[in-house]
């Protein structure tokens, strides 16, 4: 013969009942998505500081990639044998900044013109490039360089190519105008860095 609950029990069902909903109820929203981005621009030094405060960008990471050599250190690449170009990764949320505005900042801190490096620093490693992560990506890219080639009335030499494995530089690389910021500003003066931004872009460049 079956049993009918006891008020008890039926009380005590209840309130399990209503925890579990308040519980359900207080789980936080999922995160939203990440993004990633990448661009090579000289010196990645001189690429982290422009993403680095700008809302919604998560983090900025400077290494190597577009080349053949798995791992490389930051010697091998300089010697040009690698194929990898010095680049920064940025992981942004979408939903707080879009990838049209990260593209606006990579051109203005970067020589579009100049095919052979970026200002004082010379040779493959340190040409300029977007680094598309998926076909949207790529889209993107492609107006934007065609709307700077406009802008400019020049040829625009920086490479839009698909992404490869990005390999993260050395400790000592991370943050380095954090780490050094005396040694990082006389660095982009000395390079001609900001001089040649100023020319190109008036005072729209950042630091």
Sequence with gaps: MRKTPSGFAVLLSGLLLGIALVATA???????????????????????????????????????????????????????????????????????????????????????????????DRGSTYTSAIFYQDGEQKKLAEQSKAAIEKKLGKTVVTTIRPAATFYPAEDYHQDYYKKNPLRYKYYRYSCGRDQRLEQLWGGKNRE
């Design 26 to 120: 207080a789980e936080p929203v999922a995160q939203g998505k990440t993004a990633t981005a990448v661009f090579a621009g000289g010196c990645f030094w001189c690429m982290v500081h422009p993403f680095d405060e700008l809302p919604g960008v998560m983090s900025v990471t400077s290494g190597y990639t577009g080349g053949h050599k798995p791992n490389p250190t930051y010697h091998e690449v300089s010697a040009g044998d690698t194929g990898h170009v010095e680049a920064v990764q940025i992981v942004y949320d979408p939903q707080k900044i879009r990838y049209e505005k990260l593209l606006d900042v990579f051109w203005v801190n970067v020589d579009p013109l100049d095919n052979g490096g970026q200002f004082c």
